[in-house]
């Protein structure tokens, strides 16, 4: 079996499209117009329908076919007054899914609870199908679900950063969505050139991939049965063909000393320039 045959599981990220992102972007550039317009008709090709932005994305796509792209986007608590409009005018040719806030923790004071309230409202209205909230740490995760009924999760996952997996059956008892993202780690792991970042952790992953850090990264992610689907980043379309292309291999373990706790390493936005 290879990944095109789950390509219900993945979701698009949409971040390379309108802004510079990502580690392994070495030419510092969105991803061309012309090369947009490949991957959309690609994707259209094989019917992998799930994309996922954010207000700050600069995601700019008109699409030809109304209601066949699925989207989900990030708002911040910021637009809580605009939310419906952003949402009515933005999202108008798409179906939108999920509405994930950005910033949760801010749901942990009264404002937040107005803004979740907000969302409720609207999604009671059929404005977008679930709400969800887009994290970076487990502590304030547990905070919300103990206190806010959500319906996704998307969360960083990988073969190094590991952190969550203690919360993942917790999550799934209360009928949460599991969407991991980050699940190359902005492509550090599939770069064993990278000088930026000596660290034995990511050290130790590139001697055990033996040039299949693709596949091992993919298979991590499918092998985690809590897991609902994957967001994926690409610089064009070669790579997701690629990410497609790869085969699912069976009886795969991934040793624990791979894992690392070092947030220097597994949390981009402590990254230095």
């Known amino acids: 079996m290879i990944f095109k045959d789950l390509k219900n599981k993945f979701i698009l990220g949409t971040v390379q499209f309108g802004k510079a992102y990502g580690i392994s ?27 996922d932005s954010a207000e700050d994305y600069n995601f700019k796509f008109k699409p030809k076919n109304k209601k ?13 007054k605009n939310l419906k409009k952003i949402i009515q005018e933005k999202y108008k040719d798409f179906i939108l899914d999920t509405v994930y806030i950005r910033n949760p923790e801010k749901l942990l004071n009264k404002s937040g609870a107005k803004l979740f309230e907000s969302l409720l409202e609207l999604k009671k209205k059929k404005f977008f199908k679930k709400i969800g909230v887009s994290v ?24 190094i950063d ?8 917790k999550l799934k008892k209360k009928k949460i969505l599991i969407y991991a993202r980050s699940i190359f780690l902005q492509g550090l792991l599939l770069d064993d050139t990278n000088i930026k970042f000596k660290k034995n952790s990511l050290k130790n992953f590139h001697k055990f991939a033996q ?8 298979n991590f992610v499918k092998k985690n049965k809590f897991v609902d689907k994957y967001v994926i980043g ?33 949390d981009p936005r402590l990254w230095k320039n």
Do not use: M
Not at 26 to 36: A, D, F, G, M, Q
Not at 252 to 264: E, F, I, Q, R, V
């Open 136 to 159: 970076y740490d487990i502590r304030s995760l547990n905070k919300l679900i103990s206190i806010y009924k959500i319906d996704v999760v998307q969360l960083p996952y990988n073969i």
């Open 162 to 169: 590991r952190r969550f997996e203690k919360i993942f059956y």
């Open 234 to 266: 690409i610089q064009n379309l070669k790579n997701l063909e690629q990410i497609l292309n790869t085969k699912i291999k069976s009886k795969l373990s991934y040793p624990k000393y791979l894992a690392s706790g070092d947030k220097k390493l597994i």
């Open 68 to 80: 066949f792209w699925i989207i989900d986007t990030k708002i911040s608590s910021e637009n809580q």
């Open 211 to 218: 040039n299949q850090q693709l596949s091992l990264c993919l």
């Open 25 to 51: 972007n070495l030419k510092k550039k969105p991803i061309s117009l012309n090369e947009k317009d490949r991957i959309f008709k690609y994707c259209k090709k094989i019917v992998l329908r799930h994309l």
